[in-house]
C-alpha cells in the first residue's frame, strides 16, 4: 500500500504562524485563501519535512516569530516525521518507535511529488526521457548521462587549463620579426649557398624553357598551315564527290531503255523533308513522356515502397510502447516528446496534464502515495472534479492550493492559520476531518 500524508502541523514555517491539517486519504484536499495568507507556506512545510534540507525554504522562519520553527508529519505507513529545535533538526520515528532519519523517507517519498510543477514545466524531451526511463531504459539513459558528465568535466577543465595558458602568454613578450627557431651563422652561410645553387638551377630551367616554348610555337603554326592545307582539300573532295553522285544518277538514268522508264512521285520525301522538323519534335516529345512515365512510375513504386516500410516501423514503434508497462493507458513518445492519447503536452486539458504527471511520478516511487500541487487557480470546478474523481480511482492523495475562498477549498488559511470553511468538493470527493490546533499533537 502507498503511504500517504495523514496529518500535519506546522508552526512558525515562513507565512504560517499555526495550522493543523488532515487531507483526504485520496482525492484532492485544496488548500485555499486569499494571496499572501500561507497557502503554499503549508505544501513548502510539507516539502521541507518530507524532502530533506534540498526542499529548506529560504526563509524558513516566520518573520516576527519568537519560537523556531515546528513541523510534524503524520504519515500512513506510521512513520511520523519532525523537525524542531533552532536548527530544525529532523527525528523520524517509525511504528515501532525507532528513530531514523532523511534515508528512511526517501525510500517512499518521490521528490517530483513534493514539487510536480518541476516535472509539468519540464520540455517535452525530459518528460519523454523520464517516461521512456521508467518503461525500461533508464539504465542506458544513465550511463549516456555519465558518459556526457564525463565528457563535460573534461571539457570544462580543458577550458580552464587553455584560458589559463593563454593569459599567461599574453603577458609575455613577443617579435613577430624574429624566426621560430635560433640560426647561426654557419647555418645562415649553408642556406646562401644553397640559395645560389637553386637559383643557377632555375636559370637553366628558364632558358630550357624559352627553347622548348621557341621550338611548340614553331610546331603550332607548322599545325596551322597544315589545317587549311587539309581544309581546302576537304572542300575540294566534296565537290568532287557531289559532281560524282551527280553523274552516277544521271549514268544510271541514260542506262534504261524508253520501256522502263516511269516517273516516281517524290511527293512523300517532300512532304516529309518539308516535315521533318515536326516529326523530329513530335518523336522527342514521345520519348521525353515515355522516360518521364518511367520515371514517375519508378518514384511511385519508391514512395509505396516508403509508405510500407513507414507503416511498418510505426507498427513496430506501435508494438513495443503497447508491451511496455505504461504508468498510464494513452501515453507515448512521438519525435522525442511525450504524448497522451496522440496529443502532445501543450494540447493537453489542464486535468489530463495532472493525470500524466501525476501518474509519471507515482510510477517513479509506486510506495509514494501522494503529489503536492501549487496554484490550481487556473482550473475550473469540472476540472477539479475529474481530476480528483481520477486519483480516488488511482488510489492517490493530492494536497493542493488555490487562490479562492469558495467551497471547493476544504481548508482556509488566513493570516497563516486555519479558517473553518466548507470541507467538501461535491460531488466527488470525501469529506476531509478538521481539526483544531494542538501545539505537540495530532
Known amino acids: 500500500?502507498?503511504?500517504?500524508?495523514?496529518?500535519?502541523?506546522?508552526?512558525?514555517?515562513?507565512?504560517?504562524?499555526?495550522?493543523?491539517?488532515?487531507?483526504?486519504?485520496?482525492?484532492?484536499?485544496?488548500?485555499?485563501?486569499?494571496?499572501?495568507?500561507?497557502?503554499?507556506?503549508?505544501?513548502?512545510?510539507?516539502?521541507?519535512?518530507?524532502?530533506?534540507?534540498?526542499f529548506r525554504p529560504d526563509a524558513a522562519q516566520r518573520d516576527g516569530a519568537v519560537a523556531p520553527a515546528h513541523l510534524k508529519v503524520k504519515l500512513s505507513n506510521g512513520v511520523v516525521v519532525e523537525r524542531k529545535g533552532k536548527n530544525a533538526s529532523l527525528t523520524v520515528t517509525d511504528p515501532t518507535g525507532r528513530r531514523s532519519?532523511?534515508?528512511?523517507?526517501n525510500a517512499f517519498v518521490e521528490p517530483l511529488a513534493l514539487d510536480l510543477p518541476r516535472f509539468m514545466e519540464a520540455t517535452d524531451k525530459e518528460k519523454a526521457d523520464i517516461l521512456l526511463r521508467i518503461i525500461g531504459i533508464g539504465t542506458e539513459l544513465h550511463t549516456r548521462d555519465m558518459e556526457i558528465k564525463a565528457l563535460y568535466d573534461k571539457r570544462t577543465f580543458t577550458g580552464q587549463l587553455a584560458a589559463q595558458k593563454k593569459h599567461f602568454a599574453e603577458e609575455l613578450i613577443s617579435y613577430p620579426d624574429a624566426p621560430e627557431e635560433p640560426v647561426s651563422a654557419s647555418d645562415l652561410i649553408r642556406q646562401q649557398q644553397e640559395i645560389l645553387a637553386r637559383n643557377g638551377e632555375n636559370q637553366r630551367k628558364r632558358q630550357q624553357f624559352h627553347e622548348l616554348a621557341r621550338q611548340r610555337d614553331a610546331a603550332l603554326e607548322e599545325m596551322h598551315r597544315l589545317d587549311e592545307r587539309i581544309a581546302e582539300l576537304t572542300a575540294q573532295r566534296e565537290e568532287v564527290s557531289k559532281k560524282h553522285t551527280l553523274l552516277f544518277a544521271q549514268a544510271m538514268d541514260a542506262s534504261k531503255t524508253a520501256?522502263?522508264?516511269?516517273?516516281?512521285?517524290?511527293?512523300?520525301?517532300?512532304?516529309?523533308?518539308?516535315?521533318?522538323?515536326?516529326?523530329?519534335?513530335?518523336?522527342?516529345?514521345?520519348?521525353?513522356?515515355?522516360?518521364?512515365?518511367d520515371e514517375a512510375a519508378q518514384y511511385d513504386s519508391e514512395y509505396k515502397r516508403l509508405t510500407e516500410a513507414i507503416a511498418q516501423k510505426r507498427a513496430d514503434r506501435m508494438a513495443l510502447l503497447n508491451g511496455a508497462d505504461l504508468p498510464l493507458?494513452?501515453?507515448?513518445?512521438?519525435?522525442?516528446?511525450?504524448?497522451?492519447?496522440?496529443?502532445?503536452?501543450?494540447?493537453?486539458?489542464?486535468?489530463?496534464?495532472?493525470?500524466?504527471?501525476?501518474a509519471i511520478v507515482r510510477r517513479l516511487n509506486p510506495d509514494c502515495g501522494f503529489v503536492l500541487l501549487d496554484k490550481l487557480e487556473q482550473m475550473d470546478m469540472t476540472t477539479l472534479q475529474e481530476f480528483s474523481a481520477w486519483l480516488e480511482t488511482e488510489h492517490l492523495q493530492a494536497i493542493a492550493t488555490r487562490v479562492s475562498t469558495g467551497s471547493e477549498c476544504q481548508i482556509i488559511i488566513e493570516d497563516g492559520m486555519v479558517k473553518d470553511a466548507e470541507t467538501s468538493l461535491p460531488p466527488v470527493t470525501e469529506k476531509p476531518q478538521q481539526k483544531s490546533w494542538t501545539k505537540g499533537a495530532f
Open 1 to 54: 500500500m502507498s503511504v500517504k500524508i495523514m496529518a500535519l502541523e506546522a508552526e512558525n514555517v515562513k507565512r504560517i504562524k499555526a495550522v493543523a491539517l488532515t487531507p483526504s486519504p485520496t482525492g484532492l484536499t485544496i488548500v485555499g485563501g486569499n494571496n499572501n495568507q500561507g497557502k503554499t507556506s503549508v505544501l513548502d512545510a510539507l516539502a521541507w519535512a518530507l524532502g530533506g534540507d534540498r
Open 101 to 105: 532519519g532523511q534515508q528512511l523517507l
Open 259 to 293: 520501256e522502263q522508264l516511269q516517273d516516281e512521285s517524290t511527293a512523300e520525301l517532300e512532304a516529309s523533308i518539308r516535315d521533318i522538323e515536326e516529326i523530329n519534335r513530335k518523336v522527342r516529345a514521345n520519348l521525353e513522356k515515355s522516360r518521364a512515365e
Open 329 to 358: 493507458p494513452g501515453l507515448g513518445v512521438e519525435d522525442g516528446a511525450l504524448t497522451y492519447n496522440g496529443k502532445h503536452w501543450r494540447d493537453m486539458s489542464g486535468s489530463d496534464q495532472l493525470r500524466v504527471a501525476a
